[in-house]
């Protein structure tokens, strides 16, 4: 088997096994600080390998559901909020949060860049997309689509062809997220909306300045929290 087709089949069976320890983490109801089974009982349980299990407790740690402490196994750190569930399939999971992984990259340097080129029309147009999420956001309307449009605002002003292809090619895997983020959010005290609204208006007004590495770091700030908003 060609080296890229073997490692793609094992990462995918390194999604399913992350899919089915997070099903163990929700079915046995273990919680923060409780140890996982071990890396031997989960490859013989799952029938995978123990390198699988492996790279599956890599990721889940990654994610920040899991802890690995030496000597000792995994441990729970966060669980998923059960929300998530309404709003993907738990077999979906590792994938959908893996786009979190290429979006750092991606979307950090887009707004790098859109604060470096974008002209006064692009940033208009930004402006008007935070003003458009603001009253989503305050409302009960849904309001995945304003993000979205937000952010894809913010990477068509980096002037470049191929950002833009790039994070529309991920556009099904982050409205996922984007609903979730706000479902999850909505459900919480309301400064958990402001602090969401907060982060986009950080990220914009570095873009106004011209603050090439303030709207890099605001945007990796925005996305990191977004992660953690998807953990209760």
């Avoid at 003003?131 to 956001?137: S, V």
Wanted: no cysteine; charged share 30%.
């Amino acid at each position: 088997m060609p080296e890229v087709d073997r490692r793609w089949g094992e990462g995918r069976l390194a999604d399913r096994a992350y899919s089915r320890i997070v099903e163990i983490i929700n079915d046995d109801d273990l919680r923060v600080g409780d140890r996982l089974p071990s890396e031997s009982r989960l490859a013989e349980t799952f029938g995978m390998s123990r390198t699988i299990i492996r790279e599956a407790l890599v990721r889940l740690a990654a994610d920040g559901i899991t802890e690995a402490r030496r000597g000792a196994g995994s441990y729970v750190m966060r669980r998923p909020s059960e929300r998530l569930g309404a709003h993907m399939p738990w077999s979906d999971l590792s994938a959908t949060l893996g786009t979190y992984e290429v979006r750092f990259v991606l979307e950090a340097e887009a707004a790098r860049l859109a604060a470096m080129r974008r002209s006064s029309e692009q940033l208009a147009a930004i402006e008007a997309a935070l003003e458009d999420l603001r009253r989503a956001l305050l409302s009960d309307a849904p309001a995945h689509d304003e993000d979205w449009e937000l952010h894809r605002a913010i990477v068509l002003a980096t002037a470049n062809t191929a950002f833009v292809s790039t994070f529309e090619h991920l556009h099904e895997e982050v409205l996922r997220i984007l609903k979730a983020g706000v479902d999850i959010s909505r459900a919480r005290p309301p400064e958990a909306i402001g602090a969401m609204m907060r982060e986009h208006e950080m990220v914009v007004e570095a873009i106004r300045a011209q603050d090439a590495d303030g709207a890099a770091l605001a945007m990796r700030w925005h996305l990191t929290q977004g992660r953690k908003r998807l953990m209760p």
